[in-house]
């Protein structure tokens, strides 16, 4: 097993889909080598070790530049996420725990409605073409951790990506607030309480928009 150099990952990455006629795929063969070649527990030593130890979910950006990003996903225990975009593809390399993935399709009406549901394992990579719509959820009792990537600049994008209420599905401009608002409102109406505590000890703010949903 070799060592995992964040930088040098995303030299090669940018490097691989600048030269390949399928971005998408060059950068899931270039991930999937990684893995192989670094392991996924040297990869998330190596993601933990570029981020403070009180990063919350939202400040685990590793790399960031106009054709790459690439995400530290630490997803708390039970964790459940919003419907939300991303407007590039994503390459998913799970390194421990889970992810599950409910993928939403249009119906004939224009509704969103959950089409299926694909769950990444240690050591598995997916991949989610641009105009997927999706949210996501820990099933496990532990933190579950992922590298992501995204073909641009997640910071740029933020104003052409959009959420999705939970329950009525009601499209709105993205923001980091609403999404936790959203992914706390999905915990909240499905019960999950485990999951809503575990956002409080990763996002201690959380609380007091936890607090105000309505009973
Ligand atoms: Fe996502």
Redesign the pocket.
């Known amino acids: 097993m070799t060592t995992f150099a964040i930088e040098d990952f995303a030299a090669g990455c940018k490097r691989v889909m600048d030269q390949a006629s399928n971005q998408k795929e060059a950068a899931r063969a270039y991930l999937a080598e990684a893995v192989a070649r670094c392991g996924p527990l040297e990869i998330m030593r190596a993601l933990q070790a570029a981020v403070p130890p009180d990063a919350n979910i939202g400040e685990l950006i590793v790399h960031a530049s106009p054709e790459l990003t690439m995400l530290y996903a630490r997803v708390p225990a039970r964790f459940q996420s919003g419907i939300?975009d991303?407007t590039v593809s994503a390459v998913i390399a799970q390194l421990e725990g889970q992810e599950v993935n409910h993928i939403f399709e249009r119906d004939a009406a224009g509704s969103l409605e959950e089409a299926r549901a694909i769950t990444v394992r240690s050591g598995e990579i997916l991949t989610l073409d641009k105009d997927v719509i999706?949210c996501?959820e820990n099933p496990g009792d532990a933190p579950a951790h992922a590298l992501h990537l995204y073909q641009g600049d997640f910071g740029a994008l933020s104003e052409r990506r959009s959420l999705w209420s939970w329950g009525a599905h009601q499209q709105k401009p993205f923001s980091f607030p609403e999404l936790l608002q959203e992914s706390a409102t999905a915990m909240h109406q499905s019960g999950n309480r485990s999951g809503l505590n575990a956002l409080v000890k990763a996002i201690p703010a959380s609380k007091a928009l936890i607090d105000a949903l309505p009973e």
């Open positions: 939300h991303h999706h996501i």
